[in-house]
DNA sequence: TTGAAAGCGCTAACAT
DNA sequence: ATGTTAGCGCTTTCAA
């Protein structure tokens, strides 16, 4: 711990508020002479003297924290909170991640344990309905962001990918090439992403003039396990393999792809696979995978300043679509 | 914000001291009456009581926060940073994560950032040498704990994957098929990383009495350019291509995988790749790579659980090398 | 132009 | 078995 503001204002021979005056740069408003501030900036370099920012944030109730709560941090949210931290902290705010993932309770949980940490505002990937949101006693009282996951109605701010067209646009492109049999593997069916992914889906086939089964949709969950059960499910119904499956996600994809990999690869020289979330690897399997890659840069620097802008500038909170990228492979 | 410690020994019609007690756990110690406590623990659960860490930091002059400064938050570190979350938690700290994207000066700047911010320890993958480390004022003053990346003598803490012995591993394993010619991908020279993955290389060689040399070594930075520019150079030197490379960390073989298919997928039919670290989609690549996963959980939990010893328990720093799993394919 | 003092919410030594 | 009170380091109102 390095000097306090006391020890200082003691050898600079002056009163606490002088030096907290100079430190703030209120000089110039409080007309603290030239001499008491150099005197001070003097002193301050000397003994390194940082202001105590747990007695700032007490007295101030402010503690230039913002948390962000994700289910993991994968590639995608991993590169999300590596940019917000970056944003942040040119800023002068700090980010404190919390991994959920997945689990509502330990959202509950992680909320409670940001907020007794006093942050002054809330990124969150949440898991709740509206409902459950509005009821939560936390998040009535701060500014909050959600990202990836948004929540119907106008009166939540969010920054999230444009699921519908990122699914619409991948799906076109497939029923273009011909086909029109594909299979829809999902996620946690009562997330946006998920609702509106399906609704991509639904409607690129109903502009090809594809007619929708709903037997081929399936959503179970985000893990890879589930992918893995869903792959099983197609293909011990339909045999010799359908003409194409969606993945809702990465994690999905690779649970398809150890399916397929452990029964018969080649089933994947008949069955074409395209995937919501993109990575490099898939430049180099076998399997040409088209997939579309959520602007992960794009969302963080927005989250940040819509929050930064409520925060200091008593701004409102938006919403916010980022058009995500088709990767055509 | 929820209810302060005031307000609630206020409505329990206690004093504060007496609500800190309950509240910490220390009601037998002082002997608060049982039907005292039931009343608390029900008003504090009612108001949804927690008590404010900022205070509480403020006056034990500890923050339950531990800082984590990582080169970024790829895979490896991501989850490094999603397990040493939840150990922390667990325990009652917070971490703090912040990237230097392996500058040198990134990280000194983040260094000060943090302990502006009152962080009880740090943990580090560092790009200081050891004459940087201990001229740092202050690494100095707090307790460190390295991971990833060691540096020399027994007067500093970390814990890091046994890199020699996982690359000698992964060497002699392709050895032993026979293999020969293999040639070294490395990324930032004076890294522990790299010194000591070179160090199993020339010991696997040495074993299999195959002769080192100096010319199949390359070692420019960690970045997927880097990786696919150390390729293009092997190949432009060995038109027909060499027998095996390796690749000392999965951005190096990206930039392999991105030359090769490029320029003639075709090689790798008959040149081996093996790797550093591993990723899921390996597994479905057409060639086969040997890898060697870091354990990831294990390093977490272990640099945690000498921080916390380090914090709470008067313990010493100490040094552990946690070995890696070669993955066969 | 500067200082005194209150108070942010909590813990713990000391009292009762 | 529980209460009183000082004080952690800072900002800010009010006073001088």
């Known amino acids: 711990m390095s000097i306090s503001l006391e020890d200082l204002a003691r050898r600079a021979k002056v009163s606490k508020t002088t030096v907290s005056l100079v430190i703030n740069g209120k000089s110039e408003e409080y007309r603290i002479s030239k001499e008491t501030q150099k005197k001070i900036q003097v002193l301050a370099k000397e003994y390194n003297f940082k202001p105590n920012s747990t007695a700032r944030a007490l007295r101030l109730k402010k503690s230039l924290t913002i948390g962000l709560i994700i289910p993991y941090l994968n590639r995608h949210f991993g590169r999300v909170a590596e940019v917000l931290e970056q944003t942040a902290r040119e800023a002068g705010y700090q980010i404190i991640i919390a991994i959920t993932d997945n689990f509502l309770e330990t959202e509950y949980d992680l909320i409670n344990n940001l907020a ?3 942050i ?11 409902d459950q949101y509005f009821k939560n006693p936390v998040i009535k009282k701060m500014p909050v962001m959600l990202i990836d ?3 119907e109605g106008d009166d939540i701010g969010w920054v999230v990918s444009d699921d519908e ?10 029923c273009k090439e011909g086909i029109q049999d594909i299979h829809f593997i999902g996620g946690i069916q009562k997330l946006s992403t998920s609702i509106d992914r399906l609704k991509g889906y639904k409607k690129a086939l109903r502009d090809q003039g594809i007619g929708y089964d709903q037997q081929k949709v399936q959503q179970t969950g985000y893990a890879v396990k589930d992918g893995y059960e869903m792959t099983k499910n197609i293909f011990q119904k339909i045999k010799q393999g359908p003409q194409a499956i969606f993945t809702s996600a990465i994690t999905l994809l690779e649970g398809l792809l150890q399916y397929t990999k452990e029964h018969d690869s080649e089933m994947l020289n008949i069955t074409r696979v395209i995937t919501y979330d993109d ?13 579309v890659r959520q602007n992960a840069e794009e969302i963080a620097k927005k989250a940040f300043e819509v ?3 409520i925060l200091e500038q008593n701004k409102e909170f938006s919403q916010e679509l980022i058009k995500p990228k088709l990767i055509l492979r």
Not at 279 to 291: A, F, K, N, V
Request: no cysteine.
């Open 307 to 309: 929050m930064h802008g």
């Open 149 to 151: 996951r948004r929540l």
């Open 279 to 291: 990575h490099p690897m898939l430049d180099y399997l076998q399997t040409p995978i088209i997939s």
């Open 116 to 118: 007794a940490r006093n």
């Open 165 to 174: 067209t990122g699914t619409y646009d991948l799906v076109s492109t497939l």
């Open 120 to 130: 002054d505002g809330l990124i969150l990937a949440t898991m709740m309905n509206r």
